[in-house]
């Protein structure tokens, strides 16, 4: 029993240094699939986060025009209002939803800004990745524009 186990132990030895070696490996093909070469798959991840984009461009202009109706029937409820106190209470109303409509954009705007960010972070070497999208581009930068960082 004695014996077998210094053999056990430079089996697992070697067993772990080619383990090691295969993660050495693995880890440089990832190095050099960041420095530029498409790594296995990233692709698919790049049209996973641009699916992920359009998404929230969409809630983005969703939101858009929801607030775009919502404030024209706050408004409409302040003119029509005659008591000057009720009045008062339906602008601050107004100001709260527009608030609540900002923060909202605001958040969506930083999610795209996120993914675009993290997709320009797995292949730096098309750092304007959107431009194979033109109309995908386009409303991204309309989007930034509008919530600057």
């Not at 490996?25 to 790594?39: E, N, P, S, V, Y």
């Not at 292949?123 to 304007?128: A, I, Q």
């Amino acid at each position: 029993m004695r014996a077998t186990l210094p053999l056990l132990l430079v089996a697992l030895a070697a067993r772990g240094a080619g383990a090691l070696s295969l993660v050495s490996a693995a880890a440089a093909g990832a190095t050099t699939g960041l420095d530029g070469a498409k790594g296995p798959g990233s692709d698919q991840v790049v049209g996973h986060f641009k699916g992920m984009i359009d998404g929230y461009v969409s809630k983005y202009e969703d939101e858009e025009a929801r607030f775009a109706q919502q404030d024209a029937a706050m408004q409409q409820v302040v003119e029509a209002t005659a008591d000057m106190e009720a009045k008062a209470r339906a602008v601050d109303e107004k100001l709260k939803l527009q608030r609540e409509h900002e923060d909202k954009l605001k958040g969506f705007a930083g999610f795209v800004r996120t993914l675009s960010n993290a997709v320009v972070a797995m292949k730096p070497t098309e750092p304007d990745w959107l431009a194979t999208f033109p109309d995908l581009k386009a409303k991204v930068d309309r989007i930034f524009a509008a919530n600057p960082t």
